[in-house]
Nanobody, 127 residues
């Protein structure tokens, strides 16, 4: 079992940047694919980014490509989401998620694939 705690959310003007962090418990962090999802008011939770166990493969939603970067530090058992050029449409609660996998280079983009979820951190982008 792994517990995930997000941090780094807040209020930022359009065009600004934020870095979200997700700290994981447990000694098997390197066995998990990590993902970021978000849920905007009145919308379903949607995929934002995912990164493989090794950190060598990643994928992004089209809406954030070129603006967001996912990374991980297995030594610190933490995954990050660097967000730049933020837009009001990025306003949402952001969740990190983890899934155990044997593959070191694979990742998952569907929320149904993930086993563990954090509580979320609010990101608000003002226009």
């Amino acid at each position: 079992q792994v517990q995930l705690v997000e941090s780094g959310g807040g209020l930022v003007p359009a065009g600004g940047s934020l870095r979200l962090s997700c700290a994981a418990s447990g000694r098997t962090f390197g066995s998990y694919v990590m993902g970021w999802f978000r849920r905007a008011p009145g919308k379903e939770r949607e995929f934002v980014a995912a990164i493989s166990r090794s950190g060598t493969a990643a994928d992004y939603a089209d809406s954030v490509k070129g603006r967001f970067t996912i990374s991980r530090d297995n030594a610190k058992i933490t995954v990050y989401l660097q967000m730049s050029s933020l837009k009001p449409d990025d306003t949402a609660v952001y969740y990190c998620a983890a899934k155990v996998t044997d593959s070191s280079s694979y990742y998952f983009t569907s929320r149904s694939d993930y086993d563990y979820w954090g509580q979320g951190t609010q990101v608000t982008v003002s226009s």
